[in-house]
């Protein structure tokens, strides 16, 4: 049985992928009003403190539109050209929107080797956390200008293979430890069979998991762009692999994001074969940690006997520099590791809240996010 919708709502860290048929009208001419549309329903979330990471497609299309081309370019020269022209189009779209809105926006191009490197990596994880922290939204985008594998995918599209920026959403969502991957499609989820050929066709509401019938029944839902529903769903595989429910929705429709995160049955949405599992064994194992909390005795009892969230109050001593949303490890005061955790708040607010009640938080901080410093759901213990 699948989990209920209702879980998405505790999401807090959120990557949302745009593809080309909702960025254009059909892969020609930029769909301005949806993008604004969706800019503000983003911008609503951001201001309720989650952090949101955008990538987005769309770059080729701008590009060939402003050098006047009549139709999306062939030759791979001339869509590395368009893609060039067409990013700082496609950042000064989202820079005047979410602007307009008081949000700041960065750019990052990367390609997916950027991610395949354990380093860069890395790095790329510290700014991205490091806006988030700021209050911008981080607009990513495959660096088509230099980057083959995904400009050729149009030639030649593997049922193993990404396009459109899907494979580098999913690859993002793992190495910042996202809760939800919602990408945003020109059909409104997966279906028994195409829409567009078959009048019988049932939208899927829920999958448990991705498996090779599945992308078979996929291949060629999408309308445009490289990606078609197959690298949905292959992307969704990868970042379920990871623990990290994944939304396919029609970018179309009306804040689809936040409706779709507070739990509306819109699209499909693919849960992780063991929800809990799969993302403690990522906390537990793969994630490099960034410090220490030291607990009460009491405190760590709690988290074993009561399955409870790591409380202010219990926190003795904060060490090294974190932010929130890294990996910590939890300690006792004789420096013995008892776990490992998602930090809701960086280490200077844990060492300022360190020992008081949660209702102090807002007192002491000047805001109040969470009333743990550490959510069970997000907690690995290594002796229980």
Known sequence: MSPSRSLLSSAHRVVVKLGTGVVTHGGEGVALGRLHTIVED?????????????????????????????????????RQACAAVGQGQLLSLYSQAFGQLGITVAQVLLTQDDLGDRDRALCLRTTLLRLLELGAVPVLNENDSVSVRELIEHRKETLEGFGDNDGLSAMLAVAIDADALVLLTDVDGLHTANPAHDPDARRIEALQGIDDATLQRARGTSATGTGGMASKLTAAALATDAGIPTLIVDGKADA?????????????????????????????????????????????????????????????????????????????????????????????????????????????????????????????????
């Open 256 to 384: 689809v994001v936040s409706r779709a995160l507070g739990g509306a049955p819109l699209g499909t949405v693919v849960w992780p074969r063991d929800l809990k599992s799969a993302r403690r064994r990522h906390i537990a194992v793969t994630a490099a940690h960034r410090g220490a909390l030291v607990a009460n005795a009491g405190a760590l009892e709690a988290l074993r006997a009561k399955k409870a969230s790591l409380l202010p109050v219990g926190i003795v001593e904060v060490s090294g520099q974190f932010s929130r949303g890294d990996v910590v490890e939890l300690r006792d005061a004789s420096g013995r590791v008892h776990g490992r955790g998602l930090v809701n708040y960086d280490a200077d607010a844990c060492r300022a809240i360190a020992g008081r009640q949660s209702s102090d938080i807002a007192t002491v901080l000047g805001y109040r996010g969470y009333d743990a410093v550490i959510t069970r759901d997000n907690l690995a213990l290594t002796d229980v």
């Open 42 to 78: 983003l911008a609503q979330l951001r201001r309720r403190g989650l952090d949101v990471v955008l990538v987005s497609s769309g770059s080729v299309s701008m590009g060939a539109q402003a050098l006047g081309l009549d139709e999306r370019p062939r030759s791979l020269g001339v």
